[in-house]
């Protein structure tokens, strides 16, 4: 089934590449597979998946450790800054930096080990008050402050848009993030560029690959429902 819904998704990817006029391989699916047990993570790999993102650092610490080493992990959950030294150097990217403080420890933590770290500035685009995340106004700011950081590179945004019905109505956070990152890239800030917009999950990835999307996460779409609490 995993296979089966892998594949569908992936067309969906590349047919929402081409409505939108930009190539095929310029979007990166990542496979969601927080909270779903190992034999349908390795499921996916077996399908193809390289790129698994997962929220909470254990599992993460886990999964690393029990699949081949070929996967890119990224870290899209919220990250505590004693967690920090946990994962650096074993993810390819960390997806949720919202503040100086969590950013300065990544830094601290990959100098010591020698690594470079990529991370991409979680936006709260919407505002809600239950996410995490910069607001839209702070976020220039913020990746400022970080680029003077060693070690340690701000390689795009991410954003965790509000649930809803229809994923149209996203669409204008989608675009929103898109032009926040244009506009930061014109900053043309060293160490800082705007390469990665981490943008849709199963209910909206369509239309955030229209709107610009170069990662999207998909869970459901391809492990199937989970627990609701998660
Ligand atoms: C769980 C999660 C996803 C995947 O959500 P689905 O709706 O199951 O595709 C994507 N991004 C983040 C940050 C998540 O926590």
Redesign the pocket.
Known sequence: MIQENLEAVEKIVRASCRRAGRPENDVTLIA?S?TKPLEQVREAYEAGARDF?E?KVQDLLDRIEAMPSDIRWHM??HLQRNKVKYIVGKVAMI??VDSLRLAEEISRESVKRQVETDILLEVNVAGEESKFGVSVEETAALAEEISKLPAVHVRGLMT?APFVENAEENRQYFRKLKQLSVDIESKSIDNVNMTVLSMG???DYSVAIEEGATYV?????IFGE?EPW?
Request: charged letters at 15%; proline letters at 0%.
């Open positions: 969601v927080k993102g929220n899209i959950g997806h949720s965790i999950m199963t209910g996460r998909v869970g459901t779409g989970r998660h």
